[in-house]
């Protein structure tokens, strides 16, 4: 509890009087903790506290609302931020300037009126400095709203759709789901930190919906986060599980888990990830910021936009730094976080930087992380930027119900010329097994947001890349079988199992010639120890192969032996220096 003769017994006899002389209370005793309770009880009488009110400046009326709006209690930072700082002064000065009569701002003349206190209160980064309304003086003092500006929104009119950047996250669903195919289907060896080389960036480039080093790093992180993708002995493997239970899942749960995976993840820094700041590591304010507090406070904001409507960027950034300021610095602290801006390297502290960090961290992840993710759509105009919360969106601020579960997908089509067709709504599962073995028609229109059926084509050479994976063709028929209904072609089946049963019959393998004038010289050359594990097959009594990789070494013992002259060696190492 935080009553008013708990703030009052840390007071010394000059800072009682000085309460008392101003709320035109007597003091009867000397002894420290007696004032105190004789003025606690002075003070929490409702005539004193009408008359205390009734005295104050109407810049002060208006802070005092905003803390009993505030439920009685704000940090000092943000509290001294808005309304100013008490200055320090002693006993004696106290009493021989009363600076109450003459406060030099509202948090000074809110203290000597007896209806403010300071202390200390537990916040996110341990103990913090706190300005209080006492518990018991809080109920006497007038309901109010606080006076706080209102969360308005500017509201646009209704966009093109042409406009609109991105379509309901179902395009980072697809991108995820390429990123776990490439996984699959190739040896995946990333960097000690978590970078992809250069090979598999490519490959990936070319069927991603949209491209971008930042996006690709929130799918493979998210990837990871959601138990998709593990690394075992430096290379990335899919954990079988948890890959299946969301590939079958609806596009509706599918693209939730996503969002609520990004929104509660405290490893995911958006802050760190917006291009015009740098964050200082190694920090101490960076060790206590939390990530996914800070997007819960951001969606909760967003949960107050209108539904349905389009509205201004610009106008949500300035609605929050006008209402909720310290959305992600919960003890209002601006002086201590070490952020440099990207472009100056210039140190960006106080308030005065809200815009340049606040308001950058809100555009960006609104422009990117909830766009990318299917919470609002963006569109742009004029270079207005304007935004909507999806439906998708407010299912995940819990503004509407869940979508129904959709009926099931229809069976896959496998054609006779080896196309296989899978309509929609796209079974993503069964795309996923068909990347195994099929290669796709065209990966740029693999669009989920068109609404198209998406078409692989059944060919030798994906075949063959599922056999060196031990995949038996007959496991692949098998599939095919189930999710088209049992109705694969005769030819198809045929044909694959054709190709199936030539796979491995032929090894081709790079060799050299080898030509002597006489078979004897082969023969010593068969038998000499320096030799003979170099001579591969005979072909005629003075032909034999010659592995490609055992060349040099075989020209280098023939010069040696004195086969072959120092001219015949040239372009290797032997006979050099």
Known sequence: MHDLRRFLVDYDMAMLRALAQNRGAGLSTNVQTEAADQLAAELLEPLSVRTALARLSPEARQALARMVAAGGRMPALQFERSFGQPRPIGPGRLEREAPWQDPANVAEELRYAGLVFYGFDQDQGGLGGYVFVPDDLLPHLPASDGGLPTFDLEVLAGLPEAQVQGEL???????????????????????????????????LETRLVEDGERRLDLVRHLAERLGFVERQEGVLRLVAGPVKEWLTASPARRLAALQAGWRGDPTWNDLCRVPSLVCDSEVPWLHHYDPGAVRREILSLLARCPKGRWWSLASFVQAVKATHPDFQRPNGDYKSWYLRDAQTGDYLSGFESWDRVEGALLTDVVRRPLRWLGVVAVAEDAGEVACRLTESGQRLLGLVPEEPEQAPSPPIVVHPDFRVVVPAPINLYACFQLERFADPHDPGSQDPAEGAPWIYRLAVGALGRALEHEIRVEQILAFLQQASGDRVPANVAGQMRLWAGRFGQIRLTEAVVLTAKSERALKELSVLPETRALIGQLLTPTTALVRRQDLPRLRRALYELGFLSPSETEGDAVGRG
């Open 169 to 203: 996250g179902r395009q980072f669903v697809h991108d995820l789901f390429v990123y776990l195919v490439h996984v699959q289907n190739r040896d995946v060896k990333p960097y000690a930190d978590g970078r992809l080389a250069q090979r598999d960036l490519k490959l």
